[in-house]
């Protein structure tokens, strides 16, 4: 008996299993999300990584229904401005895919002040030049514009999409020397970049807005790994990332920010 049941069970799985792998309908696709920046943005902290804030407002459905959107995150570890300006926005503008982006998140500029870049107003401005480009790349309001390698002309800039760019939540770190040095940085940053972006020229059909992580963070607790074991092993060796929940929290305040521009 029980190995007719088996025989039983193999041959309706295999009857069944080709109807059901062509049961995936591959939905038409009226909007592309972006995710763009540093190891925040990739997703570190999270476990897994594609628990990651960029992830969830991706699988949440945030910015479209999931059937209908296209989603990539071009983030890196440790990236900083200079690789946010420099190599993802080429990738961005060059690549053409049918589908061009909607929706671009972006979250870059603390691993150049982790990294002894003290130039808060210089960092800040990549960050703004970087969304420049993605706005303007082919329109004259760029210095320098990113070139296709082939044609050597300036790739087309974005149209029609929204750009959500964050500051940094706050980090408590317990050293209150240190915790006050980062506080200022990231103070500074969102100070820096508010001031920058006022500048950026914004097409019709466009929009940008910053997403402000450092206001929302104060007093919140659980949010970085640093209050978390492993998380604080000196007062220059600390983890900044973001927890589960901290991607969570991050999620929601880029949520509230695109459901305001509705």
């Given at each position: 008996m029980p190995r007719t049941f088996a025989f039983a069970v193999l041959l309706v799985t295999m009857i069944f299993a080709p109807a059901l792998a062509s049961a995936q309908v591959n939905f038409p696709k009226t909007g592309y999300y972006v995710a763009m920046g540093d190891s925040v943005a990739a997703?570190?902290?999270?476990?897994?990584?594609?628990d990651g804030y960029a992830?969830?407002?991706?699988d949440h459905g945030v910015f479209g229904r999931k059937q209908a959107m296209d989603f990539a995150n071009v983030s890196v570890r440790g990236g900083r401005s200079w690789d946010l300006r420099d190599h993802q926005v080429?990738?961005?503008?060059?690549?053409?895919p049918a589908q061009r982006p909607t929706v671009v998140t972006i979250t870059a500029g603390a691993n150049d002040f982790l990294r002894n870049d003290t130039n808060i107003v210089g960092i800040a401005a990549r960050v703004a030049e970087a969304i420049n480009l993605l706005l303007n790349n082919d329109n004259g309001f760029v210095s320098s514009p990113v070139l296709d390698p082939v044609t050597l002309l300036p790739c087309r800039a974005l149209a029609n999409v929204t750009i959500l760019v964050s500051n940094y939540y706050s980090i408590?770190?317990?050293?209150?020397?240190?915790?006050?040095?980062?506080?200022a940085a990231l103070s500074g940053f969102d100070q820096a970049l508010r001031f920058w972006l006022q500048f950026t020229s914004v097409p019709p059909g466009?929009?940008?807005?910053?997403?402000?992580l450092y206001s929302a963070s104060f007093g919140r607790k659980g949010l970085t790994l640093i209050e978390r074991r492993l998380g604080f092993e000196g007062p220059f060796d600390f983890e900044i990332h973001p927890t589960n929940l901290g991607h969570s929290f991050i999620a929601k305040e880029f949520e509230t920010v695109w459901s305001s521009l509705q």
């Open positions: 997703g570190e902290g999270a476990m897994p990584v594609t992830y969830q407002l991706y080429p990738q961005v503008l060059c690549a053409e408590p770190h317990p050293v209150p020397f240190v915790f006050g040095q980062l506080d466009s929009r940008v807005a910053i997403v402000d």
